[in-house]
């Protein structure tokens, strides 16, 4: 069938025309140039103060991804201060909201399952 992957024609683009769309982003070469060491620095700068050390500016810093600075440090405050944002949030919600918001979580878990 034409949809098998892998296939010759599974590539083609639905208009017919064999190329493929332009990347949003241009290709860039990953850079693996962080020591020990200054992964230890990032992390101290992270943890003496979240606030002013984000994953953006520790990226920017260290020329790498923000989410390799998330992999590397944590900042716990951080999150315990969104979880408790959040938890005000959802207190204000009312009967309909909390029972779709619980409903679609049943629904996502069974998304595995051939039920």
Not at 83 to 92: G, M
Request: proline share 7%; aromatic share 6%.
């Amino acid at each position: 069938p034409p949809s098998t992957p892998g296939s010759a024609s599974g590539t083609q683009l639905p208009n017919g025309s064999g190329a493929l769309p332009t990347t949003v982003r241009a290709q860039y070469e990953k850079k693996y140039h962080l020591t020990p060491v200054q992964v230890e620095e990032m992390c101290k700068l992270r943890t003496e103060d979240p606030k002013l050390w984000t994953r953006v500016k520790l990226a920017e810093k260290f020329e790498c991804s923000q989410f390799f600075v998330s992999l590397c440090c944590s900042a716990p405050e951080i999150k315990e201060k969104r979880d408790k944002e959040l938890a005000q949030i959802k207190a204000r919600w009312g009967r309909k909201k909390t029972e779709a918001r619980e409903d679609r979580q049943t629904r996502k878990a069974l998304w595995g399952r051939d039920a």
